[in-house]
């Protein structure tokens, strides 16, 4: 002999709870991946400005002219 019965509303109440969880454990999911994709995208856009950063043009060294030795005799 139960205790206690669940009736056809306590059971509808409980499937659409988890109904509801599910969908939250599957809509986190979704925006975890789209986290991880857009971290990944960020990170091409900063090397690729980093690179656009180093290939601009600089003035050419200055010419290292050597001074002649200069001796003297004592």
């Given at each position: 002999?139960?205790?206690?019965?669940?009736?056809?509303?306590?059971?509808?109440?409980?499937?659409?709870?988890?109904g509801?969880?599910?969908?939250?454990?599957?809509?986190?999911?979704?925006?975890?991946?789209?986290?991880?994709?857009?971290?990944?995208?960020?990170?091409?856009?900063?090397?690729?400005?980093?690179?656009?950063?180093?290939?601009?043009?600089?003035?050419?060294?200055?010419r290292?002219?050597?001074?002649?030795?200069?001796?003297?005799?004592?």
């Open positions: 002999m139960p205790i206690a019965r669940i009736t056809g509303q306590g059971l509808g109440a409980i499937a659409m709870a988890v509801i969880l599910w969908a939250c454990f599957i809509g986190e999911r979704v925006i975890v991946h789209q986290a991880y994709s857009q971290r990944a995208q960020v990170m091409r856009e900063l090397h690729q400005m980093q690179r656009m950063r180093r290939l601009e043009p600089v003035s050419a060294p200055a290292h002219y050597s001074h002649p030795v200069r001796t003297t005799l004592s």
